[in-house]
């Protein structure tokens, strides 16, 4: 970045292109959706200091926060609140695209942050020693957080010397607990709360974990920790129960704290209904406590689900018992309820470790009609011989085109296999269905392929789409409308005349709703 930015106070952001995002997306819509929320000004109140990039993107179901940790231009870390359950979600994707495509913007809404940060300092200085004591006891005080705050920073800058490091992370803990206590106690009764409660708790969990991992806070606090946990887990109405537990397992690192955790846990593992408490026993006594004696007694008394299986199995594999280890697993495959991905997993790294490999091969197939994916399929033929080919993919297909989901991966191997007409169908279809507030938009990606052999079906999609949208009546619904608009000025000016009929088709629009200064701002740049 050039000197003269530095001087200005500006920020050095770092870089990342866009096909470096596009390679981090779990998949190609994962991509477009994240591209679609940075197009439509989701993503707020960037931030970025230390290496730590901060945000926050409005979604479908809530505001959520996103943080990016660098070291100089490398992405080491991505973290978002959001609940979606892969690694890279939209929310980052958008926020990585924000830096991408709109830096001058980021940089200036940075720069001005350092300058209230900068003027904040030079009024501090300018205070006596007393002054500034004042401030940070009301501070403390009005603002629970900034205790918290205010005594993380001391540790971090050693203040008080190595004698004081337990009292500090004592009084951090403690701090930090009876704040989670006051939102998980509020949940709890009324069975869920305000988002951004939820958030800050989520948040002040992070940072309690990160204390007991790094500081010496002591066995008692520990203990205390874990029954906290435990007493709301076994309320089981705040909607915390799996930050509990994963902080109750953070908590814990002596024999006693591990079994004050499953005495916890015993209330809900015998209640009935759902094994995760029982599993979650089972697991502490076979890999924290090493009580194998207790693991199998338990776990022979429950053995329903291939989970329950699978978790046997890998018992006796790690007991170097591989031939045991196989026959439970083949019992589950035939008595487990339930998914049986898992045991599939074991059965075709088991056999093929014992040099069975049509067995193995047999574990791929089954595994793919369960999950079927391109990859899958690329792989599952890589290991066919070409007499073999032709009644494996007789048999994939019947999995392909008995599919009625629109499974994304499904429609990704139609399109490998060129099987054009069948996706422009689903294509439609979930044009036709679309609404301003869906969860999904059509795929981009899958329009860009299908519009080298259906052009004008594709333009025509698009410009349902902008209508769809407008129809919402909403800014961000106008919102949503010009990023379809910005997508179907790429395809049109692909076509003969192509770019005047844009220019016609906008004019149009905005002749259409000239009483609706909200749309007319929102289309104002295309």
């Known amino acids: 970045m050039a000197n003269s930015d530095k001087k200005e106070g500006k920020p050095e952001l770092p870089q990342i292109s866009e096909q470096k995002i596009r390679s981090l997306a779990d998949y190609p819509a994962i991509y477009e959706r994240g591209e679609d929320y940075c197009e439509?000004?989701?993503?707020?109140?960037?931030?970025?200091?230390?290496?730590?990039?901060?945000?926050?993107?409005?979604?479908?179901?809530?505001?959520?926060?996103?943080?990016?940790?660098?070291?100089?231009?490398?992405?080491?870390?991505?973290?978002?609140?959001?609940?979606?359950?892969?690694?890279?979600c939209k929310h980052i994707i958008a926020v990585l695209l924000s830096l991408n495509k709109k830096m001058p913007e980021v940089m200036e809404d940075i720069a001005e942050k350092n300058k209230e940060q900068k003027e904040l300092e030079?009024?501090?200085?300018?205070?006596?020693?007393?002054?500034?004591?004042?401030?940070?006891?009301?501070?403390?005080?009005?603002?629970?957080?900034?205790?918290?705050?205010?005594?993380?920073?001391?540790?971090?800058?050693?203040?008080?010397?190595?004698?004081?490091?337990?009292?500090?992370?004592?009084?951090?803990?403690?701090?930090y607990l009876e704040r989670?206590?006051?939102i998980v106690s509020e949940f709890n009764e009324y069975g869920g709360g305000p988002d951004d409660e939820e958030y800050r708790c989520y948040e002040l969990m992070e940072d309690l974990e990160n204390l007991l991992n790094e500081k010496p806070v002591p066995s008692r606090e520990r203990e205390e920790i874990i029954s906290f946990c435990s007493k709301y887990i076994q309320a089981g109405n705040s909607g915390f129960d799996d930050s509990l537990l994963d902080?109750?397992?953070?908590?814990?690192?002596?024999?006693?704290?591990?079994?004050?955790?499953?005495?916890?846990?015993?209330?809900?593992a015998k209640s009935g209904g759902s094994s995760y408490y029982r599993d979650i026993i089972l697991t502490i006594y076979r890999k924290q406590l090493g009580d194998e004696k207790s693991y199998l007694e338990g776990r022979a008394n429950a053995l329903h689900y291939g989970a329950d299986y699978l978790d046997l199995a890998e018992y006796w594999s790690g007991k170097k018992d591989l031939t045991k280890a196989i026959e439970i697993a083949e019992e589950g495959l035939?008595?487990?309820?339930?998914?049986l991905t898992g045991l599939r997993e074991f059965l075709m790294a088991a056999y093929k470790g014992r040099g069975e490999t049509a067995c193995s091969?047999?574990?791929?197939?089954?595994?793919?009609?369960?999950?079927?994916?391109?990859?899958?399929?690329?792989?599952?033929?890589?290991?066919?011989?070409?007499?073999?080919?032709?009644?494996?993919?007789?048999?994939?297909?019947?999995?392909?085109?008995?599919?009625?989901?629109?499974?994304?991966?499904?429609?990704?191997?139609?399109?490998?296999?060129?099987?054009?007409?069948?996706?422009?169908?689903?294509?439609?279809?979930?044009?036709?269905?679309?609404?301003?507030?869906?969860?999904?938009?059509?795929?981009?990606?899958?329009?860009?392929?299908?519009?080298?052999?259906?052009?004008?079906?594709?333009?025509?999609?698009?410009?349902?789409?902008?209508?769809?949208?407008?129809?919402?009546?909403?800014?961000?619904?106008?919102?949503?409308?010009?990023?379809?608009?910005?997508?179907?000025?790429?395809?049109?000016?692909?076509?003969?005349?192509?770019?005047?009929?844009?220019?016609?088709?906008?004019?149009?629009?905005?002749?259409?709703?000239t009483r609706s200064p909200a749309l007319l701002d929102e289309f104002s740049s295309l």
């Open 40 to 88: 439509m000004g989701f993503v707020k109140e960037v931030d970025f200091k230390d290496g730590l990039l901060t945000a926050k993107v409005m979604g479908s179901m809530g505001n959520y926060i996103v943080k990016l940790y660098w070291e100089a231009d490398n992405l080491t870390r991505t973290v978002c609140n959001c609940p979606y359950d892969g690694i890279i």
């Open 122 to 175: 030079k009024l501090l200085s300018d205070l006596s020693k007393a002054q500034l004591l004042k401030i940070i006891a009301v501070t403390a005080r009005v603002v629970p957080a900034a205790s918290a705050q205010i005594l993380k920073l001391a540790d971090a800058m050693g203040i008080g010397g190595a004698e004081k490091i337990e009292e500090l992370a004592l009084e951090r803990a403690d701090d």
């Open 180 to 182: 989670i206590e006051e």
């Open 247 to 268: 902080l109750a397992f953070t908590a814990a690192c002596e024999e006693k704290h591990w079994k004050l955790l499953i005495r916890g846990l015993e209330p809900r």
């Open 334 to 339: 035939k008595k487990g309820q339930g998914r």
């Open 361 to 513: 091969f047999e574990m791929m197939i089954q595994l793919w009609e369960e999950n079927p994916s391109l990859k899958g399929y690329k792989e599952i033929k890589k290991n066919s011989s070409n007499n073999e080919w032709p009644a494996i993919e007789e048999r994939l297909l019947k999995t392909i085109y008995d599919d009625r989901t629109g499974n994304s991966q499904i429609i990704e191997i139609r399109l490998f296999r060129k099987d054009y007409d069948s996706v422009l169908k689903y294509f439609r279809e979930i044009v036709d269905s679309w609404y301003y507030g869906a969860w999904d938009s059509p795929n981009y990606e899958w329009a860009k392929k299908l519009f080298a052999f259906y052009p004008e079906e594709i333009i025509e999609c698009y410009r349902k789409l902008i209508e769809q949208a407008i129809a919402g009546k909403k800014r961000k619904s106008y919102r949503t409308g010009a990023a379809f608009a910005r997508k179907l000025e790429n395809f049109w000016k692909q076509r003969p005349e192509g770019t005047k009929k844009w220019k016609e088709f906008i004019l149009n629009i905005r002749k259409k709703y």
